[in-house]
């Protein structure tokens, strides 16, 4: 039998293709919305790109959100303790949360429902912190009138699955503004064809590569280039939610890590062009990179990411929904792969290490 889930699958891959088409974020938005709305039924939704570093809003969209609503919002979210707050849900294992789930369905618990949801006759809201890897590059709040049913937990999974995806659109849309400022430490720019053949390469793509070995001797056909394009391909054709956005990490000769990610040039005049952008590899990325060489077990990393965010063993079991005797027994572990004794010599070998990280 045919389920909505599978009647939903065209539309999800759709919105996956936009989302590495390589357009701007008013453009990635307006075509998304429809899309979402087809799988996800809301009635008004709030849209939001966010510093990854601060995560305070840079600039935000809303459609259906009552306008007095809005900046009661915003105080609720920077002001007063509540439940789903965004930067709870960017740090935790579970970039999603709904409010009738997180209340048990008593949505009066939370001083939001209370004091703004409620009066503006509105029920329901889905909360998503869009991550592309270990950042939040924006938020997204999709809500429903009062009396329409919750949302269900195939909802969550539907978004949480192209959670990765919308966040990596809204990072190449700054990258590619960024790039095209042209300021200094700017992203570098190639442009190819699926065929491996170079357009276009910005004078900071020249200086950014100019320190990988495989660059230097195969150029635009490097094996990174090629698998690059490659995934992007792949992707387009399958456009699985699950899929992995295309990225790459490669190494130059003093030891330092770039990362590249590709996407459809963002003109309908060249359909076949792909921008690849050039960028050095913020350090916070490297840990995962690091903590492999160590050989530690998926739930050892979660625990190392608590360390390295400053939480107590109370703190991490409760995000990772462990005890802390188990979080001890981990450290414990983790403490004899890395030959250290302590959380803070943990993160002092692991702050040091990811700048000279051993050559592959």
Known sequence: MRTARDA???????????????LDTPTVRSETVPLLRRILPFDAIWWAVADPETLLFSQ???????????????E????????????????????????????????????????????HRMGDELRIALRDGRHTWGFMCLHR?????????????????????????????????????????????????PALELLSVSASATALLSGVDEWLRSGVRAVFIGALTGQLLALER???????APRVRVQTRTGGWLTL???????????????????????????PLLLATYALT??????????????SSKEIAQALGITPLTVQQHLKRIF??????SRGELRSRLQAQRYRMPRR
């Open 145 to 193: 009138d009062a009396g329409a049913p919750p949302f269900s937990g195939q909802e969550r999974t539907s978004i949480r699955q192209l959670g990765p995806h919308l966040a990596a659109a809204l990072r190449q849309s700054l990258l590619l503004s960024d790039a095209a400022s042209g300021g200094s430490g700017a992203p570098g720019v190639l442009i190819i064809t």
């Open 261 to 287: 990610s590709a996407s459809r040039l963002p003109s309908s005049s060249s359909p076949e062009q792909i921008v690849v952008v050039i960028e050095f590899t913020r350090d916070e990325e490297m840990i």
């Open 238 to 244: 399958t456009a699985a939610p699950d899929s992995v």
């Open 8 to 22: 939903s699958r065209p539309i999800r891959r759709d919105i996956v293709r936009l989302a590495h088409a390589g």
């Open 298 to 311: 998926a739930a050892e990393e979660r625990v190392v990411g608590g360390v390295l965010a400053g939480g």
């Open 76 to 119: 609720n979210e920077l002001l007063h303790d509540d439940v789903n707050k965004f930067v709870t849900l960017a740090r935790a294992p579970d970039p999603t949360s709904t409010l009738y789930a997180v209340t048990g369905g008593r949505p009066e618990a939370s001083r939001r429902f209370r004091e703004i949801i409620r009066p």
């Open 60 to 74: 935000a969209f809303a459609d259906g959100v009552p306008p007095a609503a809005g900046p009661l919002f915003l």
């Open 336 to 341: 004899e792969k890395v030959n250290v004794h």
